[in-house]
């Protein structure tokens, strides 16, 4: 099921086949694929809607620019961002959850591991962790589910609709919690498990302690019941068909009841266990984050939302030119052992031809029969050489056309590298092209409207380009119209 994946959590790392989570006593080799979950406050996240009709290639643009405008990134900036999206048929809409990090803190935050490594595959977002339940068929993708996460660093809450993730809300971390009731973080997991928020089972000298806690809890759940609230208004529903809480595979006494008193008491209420697999309860959300990973790299689930930087370098035979390069070395080797064969027949038959011969001389009573026989041969030789000939002929049609298709192939991967650089550039510089246009495979121009006061920026965008290699870079101005200035800029390599 999928490669075998590395996750990383802060300075551990774990092995990840498919079923089983093992820990790394050491760095992990770079022939594995690795990954790392996001801790929300690494990230900015935002969401939002948009029309069913926006177009495909405008999507990203679209949530782009909503991020910048009303998601408070930071413009001076350059940021990775990323998203995932669900349709909601009332609203006839997309609803869109977009998550930036901005460039500079993710390299604060991976240069040493990237550099340990010589990769990071994949940097997820832990809110999308429960997808990969459904994608592996380990939960049916029908109606709403809510999962409730309490975590040492970080709790939270997502709801998923038909298998996509609809909305999520932050919440309280155990930490945290025990914090604020002058208990350990590991004592305050014994309370719960033990206890919970069941007044029962708590002496009379304890219920000051039962009474801060059940508050902690109600705050969660008022702020779980009014994420629900802002998600039946997508849905046009507030029902919640399951909750599930990951808590080490443990129920919180209490909980329950007191979930019903929330308004769901008509859902139905279960501790999340990976029954299929032979999981630890203070492992699962580790596993689960593990199966996400694997999932995501193998391509089960579709578009995962990834902010990676660092990517490791494909093997030989994985990228287009490696497998054309293994292509031709393979039809080098074919061509190289026919032409010894053909040699080797033209040698057997000029073996045969001087053996006659001598026959010949030899044997002068039987000359007749040797020079036919020697006839025959030679005439034999003769057709041999010109099939030779006429093989060649097709061998050599045959090397022109690889190298045509390799030739074409190149200037194909060489206007594409135009494209991403003088788009990476646009990007970095907060540009927008009205027009791209391809002129020959080593000239582009780019049409940019923009603000009068912005042709510094333009400048700055020619120079980047020309570090960038290219030969030429000029602009000219087609219009202003008060402070709207168009202008073009060539780029030749």
Not at 107 to 124: E, M, S, T, V
Request: proline share 3%; net charge negative.
């Amino acid at each position: 099921m999928g490669e075998i994946v590395c996750l990383i959590k802060g300075h551990d790392y774990y092995q990840f086949d498919g079923t089983t989570l093992t820990p790394l006593m050491a760095v992990p080799d770079g022939e594995r694929l690795c990954g790392f979950f996001l801790h929300p406050d690494q990230f900015i996240s935002h969401s939002l809607t948009l029309p069913l009709t926006t177009d495909e290639e405008g999507f990203y643009g679209a949530v782009e620019l909503q991020m910048y405008e009303s998601g408070s990134l930071d413009s001076t900036l350059p940021h990775r961002i990323a998203y995932t999206r669900s349709r909601i048929d009332t609203q006839d809409a997309w609803s869109v959850l977009a998550f930036a990090a901005d460039t500079p803190s993710l390299h604060a935050i991976f240069d040493a591991q990237a550099q340990r490594l010589g990769h990071i595959d994949f940097i997820g977002i832990p809110y999308l962790v429960y997808s990969v339940l459904y994608a592996r068929d380990w939960r049916p993708a029908e109606g709403v589910d809510l999962y409730l996460y309490l975590g040492s660093d970080v709790s939270f809450a997502t709801l998923y609709h038909d298998g996509d993730l609809l909305t999520y809300r932050q919440l309280p971390s155990l930490d945290a919690m025990a914090t604020q009731m002058h208990v350990t973080t590991e004592q305050l997991k014994k309370i719960l498990h033990q206890r919970g928020i069941d007044r029962t089972r708590y002496a009379d000298k304890e219920q000051g302690f039962y009474l801060r806690l059940t508050e902690m809890m109600e705050d969660f759940l008022g702020r779980i019941r009014s994420t629900v609230h802002f998600a039946a208004a997508l849905l046009g529903s507030q029902t919640v068909q399951h909750i599930l809480l990951d808590f080490e595979q443990r129920e919180i006494p209490g909980l329950w009841t007191l979930l019903d008193t929330y308004g769901f008491d008509t859902s139905a209420k279960e501790s999340l266990t990976l029954s299929s697999h032979q999981v630890e309860g203070i492992h699962q959300h580790l596993f689960l984050e593990a199966a996400y990973l694997q999932a995501a790299l193998d391509g089960s689930i579709a578009h995962p939302v990834n902010l990676t930087l660092w990517r490791r370098p494909p093997r030989v035979g994985e990228s287009l030119i490696g497998r054309m390069g293994i292509g031709v070395g393979l039809a080098l080797l074919l061509l190289l052992g026919y032409q010894g064969y053909k040699s080797y027949r033209l040698h057997r038959a000029d073996t045969h031809l001087q053996a006659l011969r001598h026959r010949y001389q030899t044997l002068s009573t039987d000359g007749k029969q040797l020079i036919e026989t020697v006839a025959r041969l030679t005439q034999e030789k003769k057709r041999l050489k010109h099939k030779e000939r006429l093989e060649e002929q097709q061998t050599h049609a045959w090397g022109s056309s690889v190298q045509k298709m390799v030739t074409i192939r190149t200037s194909a991967l060489r206007r594409r590298a135009m494209m991403r650089s003088i788009l990476s550039a646009l990007e970095h510089y907060h540009l927008k092209a009205s027009a791209l246009h391809q002129v020959q495979d080593t000239r582009f121009t780019i049409r940019i409207l923009s603000d009068y006061d912005a042709r510094e920026t333009i400048a700055q965008f020619m120079q980047q380009l020309k570090s960038h290699g290219y030969t030429q870079v000029h602009t000219q101005l087609i219009s202003r119209q008060n402070e709207q200035y168009e202008s073009e800029v060539e780029v030749i390599q």
